[in-house]
Nanobody, 113 residues
Framework: QVQLVESGGGLVQPGGSLTLSCAAS????????MSWYRQAPGKERELVAT???????YYADSVKGRFTISRDNAKNTVYLQMNSVKAEDTAVYYC???????WGQGTQVTVSS
């Protein structure tokens, strides 16, 4: 079955960096569009970034220039490199495979001094 497992969340200071990973299994990862979403307390889940099977990328305006989505098809893993983080980036981050309607369990990112 399709499985997505996120890792790499934690506490980071404003202006710092963090890299999230999502290990995928149960489908042909190299052919899949992959996305990162996030949900802050009291807010709706929002799209952060998407990467296509040919590595075309899309970013939400709020993270453009600070976050980078990438993929390693040999490792069936998608990454989210988060730089210059802000307090408003605090959220649970979810990996999503839209073609398979599958979500990971989420990983908490907290930006605080």
């Amino acid at each position: 079955q399709v499985q997505l497992v996120e890792s790499g969340g934690g506490l980071v200071q404003p202006g710092g960096s963090l890299t999230l990973s999502c290990a995928a299994s149960g489908f042909t990862f190299s052919m899949a569009v992959m996305s990162w979403y996030r949900q802050a307390p009291g807010k709706e889940r929002e799209l952060v970034a998407t990467i296509t099977r040919v590595s075309t990328t899309y970013y939400a305006d709020s993270v453009k220039g600070r976050f980078t989505i990438s993929r390693d098809n040999a490792k069936n893993t998608v990454y989210l490199q988060m730089n210059s983080v802000k307090a408003e980036d605090t959220a649970v981050y979810y990996c999503h495979a839209p073609q398979y309607r599958s979500w990971g369990q989420g990983t908490q990112v907290t930006v605080s001094s």
